[in-house]
Protein backbone atom coordinates (compact mmCIF):
# COMPACT_ATOMS: atom_id res chain seq x y z
CA UNK A 1 0.00 0.00 0.00
CA UNK A 2 2.92 2.81 0.76
CA UNK A 3 4.33 1.35 -2.77
CA UNK A 4 1.18 2.64 -3.77
CA UNK A 5 0.97 5.59 -2.34
CA UNK A 6 4.44 6.70 -3.14
CA UNK A 7 3.85 6.20 -6.83
CA UNK A 8 0.49 8.20 -6.91
CA UNK A 9 2.50 10.85 -4.71
CA UNK A 10 5.28 11.04 -7.54
CA UNK A 11 2.52 11.22 -10.40
CA UNK A 12 0.50 13.66 -8.65
CA UNK A 13 2.35 16.05 -5.86
CA UNK A 14 -1.15 17.60 -5.20
CA UNK A 15 -1.72 13.77 -2.86
CA UNK A 16 1.22 14.37 -0.59
CA UNK A 17 -0.88 16.46 1.75
CA UNK A 18 -4.11 14.39 1.86
CA UNK A 19 -1.83 11.26 2.28
CA UNK A 20 0.00 13.17 5.27
CA UNK A 21 -3.23 14.02 7.00
CA UNK A 22 -4.74 10.32 6.46
CA UNK A 23 -1.44 8.81 8.13
CA UNK A 24 -1.71 11.30 11.09
CA UNK A 25 -5.27 10.68 11.51
CA UNK A 26 -4.63 7.52 11.31
CA UNK A 27 -2.12 7.21 13.94
CA UNK A 28 -3.87 9.68 16.71
CA UNK A 29 -6.63 7.33 16.25
CA UNK A 30 -4.48 4.31 17.11
CA UNK A 31 -2.94 6.29 19.48
CA UNK A 32 -6.22 6.74 21.50
CA UNK A 33 -7.65 3.44 21.14
CA UNK A 34 -4.74 2.07 23.01
CA UNK A 35 -4.64 4.63 25.34
CA UNK A 36 -8.58 3.95 25.96
CA UNK A 37 -7.51 0.00 26.00
CA UNK A 38 -5.00 0.80 29.18
CA UNK A 39 -7.68 2.46 31.25
CA UNK A 40 -7.58 2.12 34.97
CA UNK A 41 -10.84 -0.15 34.53
CA UNK A 42 -9.88 -2.41 31.93
CA UNK A 43 -8.95 -6.23 32.78
CA UNK A 44 -7.51 -8.07 30.66
CA UNK A 45 -6.85 -10.47 32.94
CA UNK A 46 -9.86 -12.64 32.69
CA UNK A 47 -8.45 -15.47 35.11
CA UNK A 48 -7.31 -13.91 37.72
CA UNK A 49 -10.18 -10.59 37.75
CA UNK A 50 -13.43 -11.61 35.95
CA UNK A 51 -15.51 -9.29 37.90
CA UNK A 52 -12.97 -6.13 38.75
CA UNK A 53 -16.52 -3.82 39.66
CA UNK A 54 -16.82 -6.16 42.44
CA UNK A 55 -13.17 -4.75 44.14
CA UNK A 56 -14.66 -1.52 44.16
CA UNK A 57 -14.83 1.01 47.65
CA UNK A 58 -18.49 1.83 48.98
CA UNK A 59 -16.43 5.61 48.79
CA UNK A 60 -16.12 5.54 44.58
CA UNK A 61 -17.35 7.98 42.83
CA UNK A 62 -19.07 6.56 40.02
CA UNK A 63 -19.52 9.08 36.53
CA UNK A 64 -23.13 9.26 35.56
CA UNK A 65 -24.68 12.23 33.04
CA UNK A 66 -27.62 13.66 34.76
CA UNK A 67 -29.94 15.82 32.40
CA UNK A 68 -32.39 17.72 34.07
CA UNK A 69 -35.49 18.91 31.65
CA UNK A 70 -38.14 20.87 32.83
CA UNK A 71 -40.86 19.08 30.75
CA UNK A 72 -43.65 22.22 31.39
CA UNK A 73 -41.94 24.24 28.58
CA UNK A 74 -41.65 21.80 26.14
CA UNK A 75 -42.87 22.06 22.78
CA UNK A 76 -45.28 20.14 21.22
CA UNK A 77 -44.45 18.92 17.79
CA UNK A 78 -48.07 17.52 16.59
CA UNK A 79 -51.23 18.37 16.31
CA UNK A 80 -53.66 18.64 19.98
CA UNK A 81 -56.41 15.22 19.21
Known amino acids: MIRVMMHQA ?3 PGLIPQFFFIVLGL ?3 S ?3 VR ?3 GPHVSWDKRN ?3 PWNNLSPTYQYKFLAVETDYKNLKKE ?3 F
Open 27 to 29: GGA
Open 31 to 33: LYL
Open 10 to 12: KKH
Open 78 to 80: GPD
Open 49 to 51: NPE
Open 36 to 38: LAR
